[in-house]
């Protein structure tokens, strides 16, 4: 017996040791990759303390296109797309998708800095910087993250009174909405991100999702474990044991073929008729031109209507 003691209180030791060991790894990891961050956004600092007012940019995307065009700075390249633009913003160079810009075009255009968004920091910066091509990236992808770029690119460029503008207008908004949503019982919500092929559902770390905390009502994602990223898979089984008020659609790629999947979806599954938000017509298709993946000048309003389709 006494052996048999001490040998199960090596047997602890071991794998007590052990346990340490890895605790002490995924910290290690953990602190590596703070550090790294801390380290990227350090470089990012001291890259953008040499941008300034007299500094020629192109942009990469449509939401920093947007956001750079209403503070009145001027850019020599800006990326394609499909979608209708300013008459001011025609006139200037294209240079590419967001995602795979004309590195040609933009060596012509002699740049100080190519400015595209974080999202896109990984598949680009290194790609570019064996091109010699100097890069700035900004967040967008969040409500506050537009606000934080407002003033960044402001302050920089010598547009403040423009930029202090465009954030007291959407911090108005805010203050609107939490008077109006303080002492009020909190409506839930469940917003999904629908493609032709899938839907997943919108938590607090996507554009969207953000929107429906900051309108004053509650995420059915927020309490699941799992919604560490900006989407979740799809479960009808979470779905019907939250039954929100509010069902949100959110589309992206070929919105329209995305919307007749989202009909067929609603029309053909019958448990979706046993939902609350179904019942009282409290199904939303979210317009692509406030609501989209990332957030863009238009947020502010984006805000407002949200609140307006879930308190109304």
Same mark, same amino acid.
């Given at each position: 017996?006494?052996?048999i003691?001490?040998?199960i ?14 605790? =002490? ?9 703070e ?5 990227n #956004?350090? $470089?990012?600092n =001291? !890259?953008?303390d040499?941008?300034?007012a ?6 990469? *995307? @449509?939401?920093l ?12 390249g800006?990326?394609?797309t499909?979608?209708?633009r300013? #008459?001011e913003?025609?006139?200037?160079? *294209?240079i ?20 595209? $968004?974080?999202v896109? =920091?990984?598949?680009l910066?290194? =790609?570019?910087k064996?091109q010699?091509i ?14 934080? *770029? ?12 423009k930029g202090?503008k ?13 008077k !109006? ?7 839930t919500?469940?917003?999904?991100f ?8 919108? &938590?607090k ?5 953000d929107?429906?905390n ?6 059915? &994602? ?15 089984? @979470?779905?019907v044991k ?7 659609r ?12 989202f009909?067929?979806?609603?029309n053909? @599954? ?10 009282? @017509?409290?199904?939303y298709?979210?317009?692509n031109?406030?609501f989209g ?10 805000? #407002?209507?949200?609140?307006e389709m879930?308190?109304?």
């Open positions: 017996m006494k052996k003691l001490i040998i209180s090596m047997l602890a030791m071991i794998m007590s040791f052990a346990g340490c060991s890895e605790k =002490k790894e995924d910290v290690n990891t953990s602190a590596s990759k550090q790294k961050e801390q380290n #956004e350090n $470089d990012q =001291k !890259e953008a040499k941008l300034t007299e500094s020629r940019i192109a942009v990469g *995307t @449509n939401s296109t947007e956001i750079i065009n209403e503070l009145g700075i001027k850019m020599l800006i990326p394609t499909t979608h209708e300013k #008459e913003l025609k006139k200037i160079d *294209t590419g998708s967001p995602m795979n810009p004309d590195i040609e075009k933009l060596k012509s255009l002699k740049l100080d800095f190519f400015i595209s $968004d974080d896109l =920091k990984n598949s910066q290194e =790609k570019l064996n010699d100097k890069t700035l990236f900004y967040k967008t992808s969040k409500y506050d993250d537009v606000k934080n *770029t407002i003033k960044s690119l402001a302050d920089t460029f010598g547009k403040q009174e202090n465009l954030i007291k207008d959407m911090e108005a908004i805010e203050e609107k909405i939490k !109006e949503t303080k002492d009020k019982e909190k409506i919500v469940l917003a999904i629908g493609t032709p092929e899938s839907f997943m559902m919108c &938590t770390h996507s554009y969207v999702g929107l429906v900051k309108a004053g009502a509650i995420n059915i &994602t927020d309490s699941l474990e799992s919604a560490k990223g900006p989407y979740v898979p799809f479960s009808i089984e @979470n779905i939250a039954n929100p008020d509010v069902i949100l959110m589309t992206h790629a070929n919105p329209e073929q995305s919307r007749k999947m009909d067929k979806e609603f053909n @599954n019958k448990v979706w008729q046993s939902l609350d938000a179904v019942k009282n @017509n409290r199904v298709d979210l317009d031109k406030y993946v990332v957030a863009n000048i238009r947020c502010g309003k984006a805000l #407002e209507k949200m609140f879930i308190h109304k």
